[in-house]
Structure formats: C-alpha cells, structure tokens
C-alpha cells in the first residue's frame, strides 16, 4: 500500500509562470489536505477537501491560488502567477474518513522556488 | 482563532531524557498530536491524546492536561536519529475534529 505520492518533488518556476502540484492520497483516503511550509517554521493549512469538494479553504489565499479533487485522479494545488513569495514546501496529507482520532498521513512534499 | 505556543530550540545528549512542552488555545478542542519531521522529510504521526493523562509508545510518551490546555512530548534514551523537528498539533471542532493546526516546532538536537 503506497503512501501519500507527491509530485514533482521540486519545482522551479519563474515568476508569473503557473505551478501546479500533485497529491495522490493513500489508497482508500478521501480526505486530502495541503499545508505550506516555509524554512524553520510550522505547517500552515491551507485547504481541506473531499472527493469533488471543497469543505474549508479558509487558509488559502483568495487570489491566484486554486484546489481541486477530482472524482478520478489525483488532488492539484494550482498557483497562477507565482511570486518569489511563493517559495515554500507544499505538503499533502491524506485521511481515510472524518474520525477525531485518524492519523493523517503525510506525503514527501513539493519544493516549490520562485526564481 | 487558535495558537500553539512551543520552544523553539531544545538541545540534549545521547541517552538522556528530553520533554517538549505545548501549550494551546483554541476552542471547541478535541485532541493534541505529535508529529516528528526530519529535514528535507514529510512529518510522521507520533501520538495522539483525546483524553487527559499519558500514552506511552516506546521510548515516546505523549501527556495532555485539558484543564490545562497543556501537553508534552517525552523522548526517552535518547539517540542521534531523534534529531529532528517536533510538532504538536491540535483538532479542534473546526470541521468536527478532522483538521489539525500546527505549532511553530521544536528543533531538538542530540548531541554525542
């Protein structure tokens, strides 16, 4: 059973270009979160989705930034327009269903540079 | 809102015993969870605790007083592969549990 799959792991992109990032959750997860990370810091959420829902978005910026779940397919975090700002590891983490006490598990992460 | 408040920086040696405190404030809470992540790496799920009191899992223990909104994270006989960031983490009743906010970390480093 493969864990969360990330792709790609790094990605560079120049500044007004679009970056877009795949989370693939563990087999039989429907719950699919993404968090940014920047250097020596927490992970901030950023957006909490179900297969083709969108249930919180509440800490993904209103502009530029975009997430979907596709019915088939994996999760894509989409980035219009990168800004140096941009630059941070994005991680996806996968749930199997809505208890208190499931482990979220977590996938290697993007490594996205705006240069 | 919530916070999670954490050192920032812990530094033992090989052997000993390490304990990274955690405080929160947050409403509606339901539980505290670990999660250790090594540089470069994804985070990985330590513990858990929805109930006051202790959860032990090897050489990691887990405490959590509601009372307080206090918990910590326990390393015992400690090696050089600990070295790593630590997360705690907390759900609260936003989306009924199922989404958790994440302290700032502590590095802790193991020295020889």
């Known amino acids: 059973n493969a864990g969360v799959m990330q792709n790609p792991r790094h990605l560079v992109r120049r500044r007004g270009q679009e970056a877009r990032l795949r989370c693939s959750p563990m087999k039989g997860h429907s719950h699919v979160y993404w968090y940014r990370q920047l250097p020596e810091e927490g992970l901030k959420f950023m957006v909490y989705?179900?297969?083709?829902?969108?249930?919180?978005e509440s800490g993904m910026p209103k502009e530029r930034f975009s997430a979907e779940f596709p019915k088939e397919g994996p999760s894509i975090l989409r980035i219009q327009q990168v800004v140096r700002g941009d630059s941070a590891a994005y991680f996806c983490a996968s749930a199997r269903d809505r208890g208190r006490e499931t482990e979220a598990f977590f996938g290697q992460g993007t490594r996205l540079t705006v240069v | 809102g919530q916070s999670l408040e954490q050192p920032s920086e812990v530094t033992a040696v090989e052997g000993a015993i390490v304990q990274i405190n955690c405080t929160y404030q947050t409403s509606g809470f339901y539980g505290l969870s670990w999660y250790q992540q090594h540089d470069g790496g994804a985070p990985t799920f330590l513990s858990y605790?929805?109930?006051?009191g202790l959860e032990e899992t090897g050489r990691f223990s887990s405490f959590l007083s509601r009372s307080d909104s206090y918990g910590y994270l326990l390393l015992q006989e400690l090696q050089m592969k600990d070295s790593a960031s630590y997360f705690c983490?907390?759900?609260?009743?936003?989306?009924?549990?199922?989404?958790?906010?994440f302290g700032g970390g502590t590095r802790l480093m193991v020295k020889p």
């Open positions: 983490a907390v759900r609260d009743q936003r989306n009924a549990g199922n989404m958790l906010t």
């Open positions: 605790n929805g109930l006051d």
């Open positions: 989705l179900q297969k083709e829902n969108i249930i919180d």
